[in-house]
């Protein structure tokens, strides 16, 4: 039945999206197979004639009933290998926050906008300054510089100015939550809130009210936190582009922030909020983190529960925190793990951070593999000298890629999830309304899509199994490995889909474009901890998280 369900999901798309299909013939399936490198005989393409006309009859019957972009698929992806589910199982040990006792209002208040969240979170439990008075401050700085950036959705100025009085009440009366209680911050606007629009970024949806609450937001809600707005997304999380313009990069405003999780990484790094969420598929919390200069974790797959969030890719979807310090990571991590029974992918398991990297005991490893490419004047470089010279014994090893991944497994994977995910969208042509219709546009991906068969979306899911066999087998041996930025080899892609966990911090700047440079830290799956407490070390011996656009100072 397989080889008649490539041919009729070929045939019936060669024809059109609509619901109403021209009539199959035979002759339509030797023109399908050969578009998925099959062949047979024309004897079997009699025989398989009419299973093929039967299949796609129960398919129009399909086709005819709409699915939400919020109904999952029942099959749920694991980053763990059988003998890797236990991990899950370790004990939750209490975590020390080192929350200054002694910060005090800058004089110029606009150094406020540039504040760790463990300063501002002393301010606000030692009562020198309210929970309103800051989000009134990063509200006003949002006004400011919003437009210059592109990088808002919305002001989501009513809920912060509750939820912050909230914080003062509780403060006042001694009930701090901890370090999130009262601190502003912003999603990317993917994430349903109550109340507000919830656009994708995307033109056909810029009016859309969707009246639920993302967990994520039920969870920094319950640590005190504030919301003040949201933040653009490429469309359908593609890109910097949305249907208002480009987001822009804080550092040089002639260039775009990258994305999808544009306006998050542009705004924080701006100072406009303190820190900001993030998604991720193949890139999109790390490379407008890389290319903005911000501090931002994909933790393991899995880790923070997607519920109430856009679905791009069930098997490939991530939240994560884009901020302005390691420290700063751990805290927002901290507030957002755990599982959720409306994500069946998502799960329970320890962090336990200490902040902490004795650099004479952790192995780290390096990719050597990536690292000989590159020019020896390139900033990755001096990370492996500062490194040394805080007394680690780098360890050079060449993470899996070639002859590991030999086709382009997540360009499978990724395309036919999102075609899937957007199925409606693409048979109701509601994909003319997108700004964008290039060629790499996403209505042009997801029609091309249809065209890869359910057997070869299953089979590069197997390679996608060998290929965590792999990676967990060369990240045994350490606790961190140290690995060019975004870009290099295919890394973003294959431990987006392994599911391991990466930070990304920056490490100077591209003297052509005068934008930040950056590194990756890859760590063990759930082993967030120990990647954050490496890059916090690196960021105290160097200071690049001290530097921030002067624009906006």
Known sequence: MSKYFLALCLATTCVSFSIAQDSLYKSDLPVAARVNDLSFTQQEYDSMYDGVKDTRREIAKMHAITLANSVPMSMHQSPFLPNLAAATAVKQQPIKWNIPANVSL????????FYSISQLASLLKNKKIT?????????????????????????????ALQQAAQADAEIKAGKWRGPL????????????????????????????????????????RAAGAVLIAK??????????????????????????????????????????????????????????????????LRPTFGRVSRAGAMTLSWSLDKVGPLC????????????IRGGDARDAASYDASFNYTGVADMKKLKIGFAKNYFDKLDTSRTEWQVLDVFR???????????????????????????????????????SNLDDEMTNQGKNDWPNQFRSARFIPAVEYINANRHRFL???????????????????????????????????????????????????????IGKLLDEATILAVAKAYQQATGWDEMHPEMFK
């Open 131 to 159: 929970s309103t008075e800051i989000t009134r401050f990063f509200i006003d700085r949002i006004r400011k510089y919003g437009d210059t950036l592109q990088c808002i959705i919305s002001i989501t100025e009513s809920i």
């Open 181 to 220: 209680h009262g601190i502003p911050y912003g999603l990317k606007d993917l994430f349903s809130v109550k109340g507000t629009r919830t656009t994708w970024g995307a033109a056909p949806y810029k009016n859309q009210v969707l009246e639920e609450d993302a967990v994520v937001y039920e969870k920094l």
């Open 106 to 113: 800058p004089a110029n208040r606009n150094e406020l906008a």
């Open 231 to 296: 933040f653009t997304l490429g469309a359908l999380a593609m890109g910097d582009r949305w249907y208002g313009g480009q987001t822009k990069n804080p550092w040089n405003l002639a260039r775009g922030s990258s994305g999808s999780s544009a306006g998050s990484a542009s705004a924080t790094v701006a100072g406009l909020v303190p820190f900001a969420i993030g998604t991720e598929t193949w890139g999109s919390i790390v490379s407008p983190a890389s290319t903005c200069g911000a501090t931002a």
């Open 467 to 521: 290929l965590m066999q792999e990676v967990n087998k060369a990240m045994q041996p350490f606790d961190a490995i140290i690995c060019p930025g975004f870009g290099s080899g295919n890394q973003t892609a294959i431990t987006n889909l392994t599911g391991h966990p990466v930070v990304v911090v920056p490490t100077g700047f591209n003297k052509r474009f005068n934008t930040p440079t950056s590194i990756t830290f």
């Open 324 to 335: 302005r310090s390691a420290e700063d990571a751990a805290i927002v991590f901290n507030a």
């Open 389 to 427: 010279k805080m007394g680690a014994e780098l360890i050079p090893m060449n993470f899996p890629d070639s002859g590991v991944y030999n086709f382009n497994i997540m360009d499978v994977v990724i395309s036919a999830e999102c075609a899937a995910a957007f199925d409606d969208f693409t048979r």
